[in-house]
């Protein structure tokens, strides 16, 4: 369904959140401003709810589909290690249901006290023969905490159809992460950090992953702390350079960067 481009020219605005009627049914919201976090958790659970309704009624469109369908194929690292790319998102919601989202705050709105609030919805607005149209768009990140993870952006004319398409999205990337202990003072052999020292880059943005010894945490910002996290990365140390204020950058980043680990083990 591909909608019809008449752009005349793209005018940023400033960006708010929009949140449907029905995303915010039984949700407190103080003087019509919702907080990024119960945005987060409502739209969860919307999704949550589609992705149970899309399941059930799942028909494969691809071998790969079928072969999970059929359950000829039970784990997703048999198609993860080929390099086989995944085509329809449910084939991971078969394969793995109790995958976690996250979503990156793309997207702000001024603060009180000029402050720049984060939040994951951004809104941008286009200039149509029509008049002024508004798009919606959001990064999310999909994992289930060990080894496996993916990102993807949406776009939509609301909020929660962006973050629906960023998550299918997100599911279509999933890469399979070499966790591992490399770091020389820890030397335990386990899985809570990374195996050697790695660097992702995306636009401006490099980051440099290190291994960490067990107890140091994830010594990264925030943005960066998802990702590792959806990964089941529990150590690390992390440098970034570039403008890390574009955290759709960051983030794809620190994807790029678990991506090569794999990558290099592989001596490619
Ligand atoms: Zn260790």
């Known amino acids: 369904m591909a909608r019809k481009k008449t752009t005349v020219e793209e005018v940023p605005i400033v960006e708010e959140i929009v949140v449907e009627k029905?995303?915010?049914e039984a949700v407190p919201i103080v003087e019509g401003v919702i907080k990024p976090e119960v945005l987060v958790e409502v739209v969860e659970r919307v999704i949550k709810r589609e992705v149970e309704q899309r399941l059930a009624a799942w028909r494969p469109k691809t071998q790969l589909g079928k072969n999970v369908f059929e359950k000829k194929i039970t784990n997703i690292n048999e198609i993860l290690e080929k390099g086989i790319k995944i085509k329809e998102p449910e084939i991971v919601d078969f394969l793995l249901?109790?995958?976690?989202?996250?979503?990156?705050?793309?997207?702000?709105?001024p603060g009180k006290g000029g402050g720049?609030?984060?939040?994951?919805?951004?809104?941008?607005?286009?200039?149509?023969?029509?008049?002024?149209?508004m798009t919606s768009s959001a990064f999310a990140i999909v994992?289930?905490?060990?080894?496996?993870?993916?990102?993807?952006?949406?776009?939509?004319?609301?909020?929660?159809?962006?973050?629906?398409?960023?998550?299918?999205?997100?599911k279509l990337n999933l890469i399979k992460v070499e966790?591992?202990?490399?770091?020389?003072?820890?030397?335990c052999g386990g899985d809570?950090?990374?195996p050697f020292k790695i660097i992702?880059?995306?636009?401006?943005?490099?980051?440099?992953?290190?291994?960490?010894?067990?107890?140091?945490?994830?010594?990264?910002?925030?943005?960066t702390k998802k990702i590792l996290r959806l990964a089941g990365i529990k150590d690390i140390w992390g440098?970034?350079?570039?403008?890390?204020?574009?955290?759709y950058n960051l983030v794809k980043a620190v994807y790029n960067a678990l991506k090569n680990l794999h990558k290099y083990k592989l001596g490619e």
């Open 143 to 170: 994992g289930n905490n060990n080894g496996i993870v993916g990102v993807g952006k949406g776009r939509g004319r609301e909020g929660r159809l962006a973050v629906e398409k960023a998550i299918q999205k997100a």
């Open 239 to 247: 440098k970034t350079m570039g403008n890390t204020g574009t955290r």
């Open 97 to 109: 249901p109790d995958m976690e989202n996250e979503l990156s705050l793309i997207g702000g709105r």
């Open 192 to 194: 809570h950090s990374i």
């Open 116 to 133: 720049n609030q984060k939040t994951p919805i951004r809104i941008s607005a286009k200039m149509h023969r029509s008049g002024r149209r």
């Open 200 to 223: 992702g880059k995306a636009g401006s943005v490099t980051i440099r992953l290190l291994p960490a010894p067990r107890g140091v945490g994830l010594a990264v910002d925030n943005e």
């Open 22 to 24: 029905e995303a915010v």
């Open 179 to 187: 966790k591992g202990c490399g770091s020389w003072e820890c030397g």
